[in-house]
């Protein structure tokens, strides 16, 4: 397992280095064992319940972010054969099209890698303290929480 | 002494982002600390009352009404989250 699995960040990532960075192993050198890398990648969407978005901003707690998120990664490689999985998750304000959050996982075959990643994604939605606020031409608002992402949990 | 931390729409109602108190005799769980909170006036009450659905956190981890607070914690209430 690598180093810094989480990182919370209000720059923007590379997700093709991200991506190739995931067969390395500590040492820095590639993990031929690696049959598998699978990824996700959460962008800002233009629009919410039809009004345009025009910024995104988001906050989050500091501390629990990165404890929750390591929790969420540690529970996946307690349930796969996984080689790494990291996830990076941006803050502060974005825009329509802008990269939000990155999952990747490597693995010698491919279902730990895809399900490690779907796994992560589910409980980084209804678990990891971020808050989204949309900045629109009517006004600013926060967005809400959808059931269904608390439905999704319940797979697992 | 408790840090309180409010969080998105809950800081901006209450307009309180951090505070820090002795912990109130006889709150001894999160859901005690929600009440005792609430009664310090209408916005509060409004804001969390327990039709809301709002999430709590001690010393950084998700945390329920029933779970225990002691001197020197960190406790957290806020909105569903919302991030991925």
Known sequence: MNDLQVRIQSEPFDAAEETRALRRKADGTWDAGVGAVATFIGTVRDMNEGDGVRTLVLEHYPGMTEKSIAEIIGEAHARWPLMNLRVIHRIGELKPADEIVWVGAASAHREAALSACAFVMDFLKSRAPFWKKEKTPQGDRWVASRDKDEEALKRW | ?84
Do not use: C, Y
């Open chain 2, 1 to 84: 002494m408790i840090q309180l931390r409010l969080f998105a729409s809950l800081r901006e109602t209450t307009g309180v982002e951090f505070e820090e108190f002795p912990l109130p005799a006889g709150i001894a769980t999160l859901g005690q600390l929600r009440e005792h909170l609430r009664a310090r006036g209408p916005v509060w009450a409004e804001a969390l009352d327990p039709k809301r659905a709002i999430r709590g956190a001690v010393n950084q981890r998700m945390s329920r009404d029933h779970d225990v607070i002691s001197d020197g914690d960190e406790v957290a209430f806020f909105p569903p989250v919302t991030g991925g």
